[in-house]
Nanobody
Framework: QVQLVESGGGLVQAGGSLRLSCVASGVTGRSLAMGWFRQAPGKGRDFVGAISRSGDATYYADSVKGRFAVSRDNAKNTVYLQIDSLRPEDTAVYYC????????????????????WGQGTQVTVSS
């Protein structure tokens, strides 16, 4: 049974940085293509970034390019989301997602491409 658990969220001032982690269990590290999504209060779940199973390909939403970076350590079954220059509009619950199927990296921008989801971690950015 595959489980994803996020951590690393919290309250941070605008301009600060956070690194979110997502640990996968029930599966080997490089079996899952992984993505990050976020959901602000009263809004839908939006794609943030994705990374291929090997880590050699990444893909980002235009709105976060240059500030967000997805990486992974397959030996630790962990995917990371580094967020720099945080803005109040980055306030949201951040979810990691994973899937065993192999698609072009751009396909992982769609929430429907994922089978497994974490429970989310709250990021709050104060101005």
């Amino acid at each position: 049974q595959v489980q994803l658990v996020e951590s690393g969220g919290g309250l941070v001032q605008a301009g600060g940085s956070l690194r979110l982690s997502c640990v996968a269990s029930g599966v080997t590290g490089r079996s899952l293509a992984m993505g990050w999504f976020r959901q602000a209060p009263g809004k839908g779940r939006d794609f943030v970034g994705a990374i291929s199973r090997s880590g050699d390909a990444t893909y980002y939403a235009d709105s976060v390019k240059g500030r967000f970076a997805v990486s992974r350590d397959n030996a630790k079954n962990t995917v990371y989301l580094q967020i720099d220059s945080l803005r109040p509009e980055d306030t949201a619950v951040y979810y990691c997602a994973g899937d065993l199927r192999a698609y072009r990296i751009q396909i992982y921008a769609q929430a429907s491409s994922y089978t497994y989801w974490g429970q989310g971690t709250q990021v709050t950015v104060s101005s």
